[in-house]
């Protein structure tokens, strides 16, 4: 094994390129984060960082101010897509030691707009219109949330995949198949917040929805308690942690949270932790200790529970408190549901896709990133005893966006893309020394060299005893006898005659 190098470069590379949890829908601001890493050993300054949106550059960019060495710096970036759809995003940096690290992709699908599902036990439906004004305020700057109020009765008779968050406000009972149906939807991926009430039936809390931990209720629950004054310590009733719904309004720098002000809750039962439920997280507590909101994961979806009222009944927090509207928001962005074509691909892993026979045919035509705009052979899709039509891509080698153009059944075209990038840890120049490469050989006889040895080494040989400069030799040497020979063998006439016959003709 011949070293090549004698130290390692400078290296840069983007290691993430990731949408913020932020509403995603048509002419709404959707923050971008992307992270560089310095695999270098010296700190680099001014890092500019180029971002195409569908092609064209955003004004201005990014430029990073300080990474330190093999640290990692992140940039926060507001990028505006005014059509529904899917949306590419790619991150340049400039050229360095490795190329194919200094750009990363994403594919971004937005939706028109985000619709969510408010279902209100209260006849009045009183924390329903506070919830519906903050999440869809009005006014010059949209939300891109929709929000639509129904009964219970909603839940057991209409599909809810087509929400992207379920809010239970006041809930007194839910029907078994109510039950199940946000069950599925849950565990699918999508997200539901409940907020408790006076409706609030602890039993049926604790043998329907939590049931032992299987259900999708995070805790046990016991009876309504009040929060009492406090008179001398004057410390808030609401304290909130660094959650993403609540990050914006931690510590000091939104003194609004501490404006709210708890008068009842629902208590948690006193043994909730001892009985090996599911991991529960706690967002925000009240002023003696116990929760108020609480958060668990539940299949592919998460479900946050409010132990008190959204309408202003047991709480002042929905009347008028701007950090209310805030995080409200901030939870619809952390509930709502991602779609797949957020997860970045890395090179080298095959494309496969599944489709429906009765929605599509199965000419299938991928484009991949060296392509251009010239798109590969059809390729023919197959079915296997009258399953879904499958088609794979297993030339996926380079990293950037990859197409495929679906035909419909109804004679319509569907275009899908992908973004594929290259493994971050692929910019790692670090080099290793021969008693790591040994310990990772072991058993096998390997000889180590430098290549400066190997050069110098040649340089040493007896003038001569290098067979490439010998055969050198032998080839000028039967090229000049050649010559020697053809001259020789040539008539060549006497200088005499030449002159006679010059002076005759003349």
Not at 202 to 207: G, L, M, Y
């Amino acid at each position: 094994m011949i070293q090549c190098v004698d130290q390692a470069r400078p290296n840069l590379a983007i290691t993430e390129l990731v949408p913020g949890d932020d509403t995603r829908a048509a002419g709404v601001p959707l923050s971008m984060e992307v992270a560089v890493q310095n695999f270098g050993l010296a700190p680099v300054k001014d890092v500019p960082v180029l971002i195409l949106v569908d092609g064209q550059p955003l004004p201005g960019g990014a430029t990073i101010a300080e990474i330190p060495p093999g640290r990692v710096a992140k940039t926060r970036l507001a990028v505006q897509f005014a059509k529904a759809g899917q949306h590419r995003i790619e991150a340049r940096l400039e050229l360095d030691a490795v190329a194919a690290d200094n750009a990363r992709y994403a594919v971004i699908d937005i939706p028109p707009a985000v619709p969510v599902l408010i279902i209100d036990d209260d006849p009045e439906s009183r924390g329903a219109w506070y919830l519906s004004a903050a999440l869809a305020p009005g006014g010059p700057v949209p939300s891109g949330i929709s929000p639509r109020i129904e009964a219970p009765r909603y839940l057991s008779l209409n599909p809810l995949e087509g929400y992207q968050a379920v809010y239970l406000l006041n809930i007194g009972r839910l029907e078994s198949s109510a039950i199940d149906a946000l069950e599925r939807y849950v565990a699918s991926g999508h997200g539901l917040a409940v907020f408790l009430g006076d409706r609030c039936q602890p039993k049926f809390v604790n043998d329907e929805l939590y049931r032992g931990g299987k259900g999708f209720f995070p805790v046990p629950v016991a009876n309504q308690e009040d929060l009492p004054l406090d008179r001398l310590e004057q410390a808030p009733d609401l304290e909130v942690g660094r959650h993403p719904v609540f990050q914006v309004l931690a510590g000091s720098r939104n003194p609004f949270i501490s404006t709210v002000n708890v008068s009842r809750y629902i208590a948690l039962a006193k043994d909730w932790q001892k009985q090996g439920g599911p991991r529960v997280e706690v967002l925000a507590r009240l002023r003696n200790g116990a929760p108020l909101a609480v958060e668990r994961s539940f299949g592919e979806g998460r479900v946050v529970v409010f132990l008190s009222t959204l309408a202003p009944v047991w709480n002042n927090w929905a009347r008028g408190n701007p950090s209310f509207v805030v995080a409200m928001q901030r939870l619809q962005a952390y509930l709502a549901w991602r779609p797949k074509a957020d997860v970045s691909l890395r090179v080298g892993e095959p494309l496969e896709l599944r489709l429906d026979p009765a929605r599509y045919a199965p000419q299938i035509r991928f484009t991949t990133p060296v392509e251009s705009k010239t798109p590969t052979p059809s390729v023919e899709a197959s079915s296997l005893s009258g399953g879904p039509l499958v088609a794979s891509l297993a030339a996926t080698g380079n990293a950037g966006f990859y197409e495929a153009t679906l035909h419909r059944t109804d004679g319509t075209k569907e275009v899908r893309t992908w973004a594929y990038n290259v493994e971050p840890d692929e910019g790692d120049l670090r080099m290793f020394d021969i008693p790591q490469l040994s310990s990772v050989l072991e058993g096998i006889r390997v000889e180590f060299a430098r290549a400066e040895e190997f050069s110098y080494a040649a340089e040493e040989q007896e003038p001569g005893g290098h067979l490439g400069h010998m055969l050198i030799l032998i080839l000028v040497f039967l090229l000049i006898a050649e010559q020697i020979l053809a001259w020789s063998a040539s008539y060549h006439p006497a200088a005499r005659q030449r002159t006679l016959a010059q002076g005759g003709a003349a």
